[in-house]
């Protein structure tokens, strides 16, 4: 895949798929600074359901201790709107969103907690952790 970066001003593009946001969201890590821990919460997430093709809504909390490289933010959210034409399901995106920030910045250890926003009653939290 050529390497695609962000504009540093102006409207963010719509990504083309959650592959291109993967490599975008590595491609745009710096050097991390000396902190010991990185939380974002991202209060609008949206996803799509794999058999309805439904929306789902919720929001996604990324914690991670960062080794060499950081997250930079601009970044997480053209990956997170990549979402928005995947279908997935809500317990394979924590797993998934866990596995690219590895891919993309080796963190000493990343915790992704994935929440649906009710549907029919049922609201739901997955989690995935993935450490050194």
Same mark, same amino acid.
């Given at each position: ?13 719509? %990504?083309?798929? @959650? *592959? ?10 710096? &050097?991390?600074?000396?902190?010991? =821990? ?11 359901? %794999?058999?309805? @093709? *439904? ?10 201790? &960062?080794?060499?490289?950081?997250? =930079? ?60």
């Amino acid at each position: 895949m050529s390497e695609y970066y962000l504009p540093r001003s102006g409207p963010m593009p719509r %990504p083309e798929s @959650s *592959q291109q946001a993967k490599e975008v969201l590595k491609q745009e890590s710096f &050097p991390a600074p000396n902190v010991q =821990e990185v939380t974002f919460d991202a209060l609008e997430f949206t996803s799509v359901c %794999p058999k309805t @093709s *439904q929306p789902d809504f919720g929001s996604v909390t990324i914690s991670y201790v &960062p080794d060499e490289s950081c997250i =930079e933010s601009k970044s997480l959210k053209f990956y997170l709107w990549s979402f928005r034409d995947e279908g997935a399901y809500c317990e394979s995106l924590a797993a998934q969103i866990a596995d690219d920030i590895v891919y993309a910045i080796d963190p000493k250890r990343v915790d992704v907690t994935v929440y649906q926003t009710p549907r029919g009653g049922i609201k739901l939290k997955t989690n995935a952790v993935r450490e050194k």
